[in-house]
């Protein structure tokens, strides 16, 4: 069974950076298409970012600039790093592999 796990999340203060991790396990190809989404307390999920087969990288224009999405591929794993954190940037940050295995989420809070 193919499962997705994010990890990283955690308390930091505005201007700060975090990297979360998402770990693919199952029977899949090292190489697949990771998005990455967030779900802000009372609001949607909203997409943030994702790598596709070929390593190619988007982003969502807001945070343009304060993203970094890599892979691993020896690992299974994809990264976010994100950098300039904002309070409004607190959300929990869920991982997703090619539109279908959804991870449980990490919680990322910004605050001093």
Same mark, same amino acid.
């Given at each position: 069974?193919?499962?997705?796990?994010?990890?990283?999340?955690?308390? +930091?203060?505005?201007?700060?950076?975090?990297?979360?991790?998402?770990?693919?396990?199952?029977?899949?190809?090292?190489?697949? %298409?990771?998005?990455?989404?967030?779900?802000?307390?009372?609001?949607?999920?909203?997409? +943030?970012?994702?790598?596709?087969?070929?390593? !190619?990288?988007?982003?969502?224009?807001?945070?343009?600039?304060?993203?970094?999405?890599?892979?691993?591929?020896?690992?299974?794993? %994809? !990264?976010?790093?994100?950098?300039?954190?904002?309070?409004?940037?607190?959300?929990?940050?869920?991982?997703?592999?090619?539109?279908?295995?959804?991870?449980?989420?990490?919680?990322?809070?910004?605050?001093?």
């Amino acid at each position: 069974q193919v499962q997705v796990v994010e990890s990283g999340g955690g308390l +930091v203060q505005p201007g700060g950076s975090l990297r979360l991790s998402c770990v693919v396990s199952g029977s899949i190809s090292s190489l697949h %298409v990771i998005d990455w989404f967030r779900q802000a307390p009372g609001k949607q999920r909203e997409w +943030v970012g994702g790598i596709d087969r070929s390593d !190619y990288v988007n982003y969502v224009d807001f945070m343009k600039g304060r993203l970094t999405i890599s892979r691993d591929n020896a690992k299974n794993t %994809v !990264y976010l790093q994100m950098n300039s954190l904002k309070p409004e940037d607190t959300a929990v940050y869920y991982c997703n592999l090619g539109g279908k295995v959804w991870g449980k989420g990490t919680l990322v809070t910004v605050s001093s």
